[in-house]
């Protein structure tokens, strides 16, 4: 996740050496790069571990190992939707500062989208600290 | 407590707007070769899938 970090930190601050719709296309493609890393991690250590605690444990005991597994999983789950989020709207952002020029949206997406990776970053991290 | 209906609503449009964001990516993609619009599947909703399944199997006990 360090890559990450340092990825969005390298898109959000090149904007002083190239055009700001550069860097947003290259913080666009580093967030879906993200996306794909992030999603990897979360069937590994989510979803694989619902699968096999379902399979181990049955009743109150599946009950509390599910809420064990959620405590880090809900809030990882919960940046990744809006990191896809983000870079659905980085995207039209894009879109539109190349048909009208306006840079408002852009600018605004870009933040937005460097707040979602960063969230991403910071949950993605506990998830990887879990055993 | 939440009104089911306006839940049911609210997802409704959510899911709309979700239709229409493929759409655009689309758009995107074909006039826009730069950006990497290439579809990541929803990792999100695979462990939804595999939380709600946990939960369902420990009501069945």
Known sequence: MKLFGLCFFAALTTACGSSMLDSAVYAANGARSTELAAGDLLRERCADKYRAAAQQLRGAELVARVNEISRTCDPARKSYGVLRSARLVLLAAIVTYKATGNDAALLEAVRQMGEAASSTASTVRMLEAEP | ?61
């Open chain 2, 1 to 61: 407590m939440i009104d089911p209906e306006s839940l049911l609503a609210t997802l409704q449009i959510a899911d709309k707007a979700w239709d229409l964001g493929g759409k655009l990516v689309e758009f995107v993609r074909q006039r826009h070769p730069e950006l990497d619009t290439r579809p990541v599947p929803d990792a999100g909703a695979e462990m939804d899938d595999a939380k709600a399944d946990a939960l369902r199997r420990a009501k069945e006990g």
